[in-house]
C-alpha cells in the first residue's frame, strides 16, 4: 500500500511558477509508474504528466513546454514544476501511483491516489 501526500499548491499570478511535490509513504516509490491529474471545476479529471521508473516522461500535448515532471527517489517524491502559469491552470493537483513501472495516460490504470492539492491562478 502506498499513500500519497501533495503538497505545494497556491495562489499565484498569471505568468508565475509553482513546484507541487508528491511524497509517498508506505513503500519505496521508485518501482512505480507516477502521473499528475488536474480537475477543474465541473471538468472530468484529466492527465497532466507521469514519469516511469526509469525516469521517462509524458505530458499533455498543451503543457509541453511549461511543465517538468522529475522523481526523487532517494527522498520518495516526484516534483511539478510548472512556469508561465495560466488561468485555466487552475484546478485541484493530484498525484497518481501506479503499481507498474511504466507511465499511462488513463487515470483509470493508477491504483493509488492523494488527496490532491488546488492551484488557482489570478488574471
Known amino acids: 500500500q502506498v499513500q500519497l501526500v501533495e503538497s505545494g499548491g497556491g495562489l499565484v499570478q498569471a505568468g508565475g511558477s509553482l513546484r507541487l511535490s508528491c511524497a509517498a509513504s508506505?513503500?519505496?516509490?521508485?518501482?512505480?509508474?507516477v502521473g499528475w491529474f488536474r480537475q477543474a471545476l465541473g471538468k472530468e479529471r484529466e492527465f497532466v504528466a507521469a514519469v516511469s521508473w526509469s525516469s521517462s516522461t509524458n505530458y499533455a500535448e498543451s503543457l509541453k513546454g511549461r511543465f517538468t515532471i522529475s522523481r526523487d527517489n532517494a527522498r520518495n517524491t516526484v516534483n511539478l514544476q510548472m512556469n508561465s502559469l495560466k488561468p485555466e491552470d487552475t484546478a485541484v493537483y493530484y498525484c497518481?501511483?501506479?503499481?507498474?513501472?511504466?507511465?499511462?495516460?488513463?487515470?483509470?490504470?493508477?491504483?493509488?491516489w492523494g488527496q490532491g492539492t488546488q492551484v488557482t491562478v489570478s488574471s
Open positions: 497518481a501511483a501506479r503499481s507498474t513501472r511504466y507511465y499511462s495516460t488513463n487515470r483509470a490504470d493508477y491504483n493509488y
Open positions: 508506505g513503500r519505496t516509490f521508485s518501482p512505480y509508474a
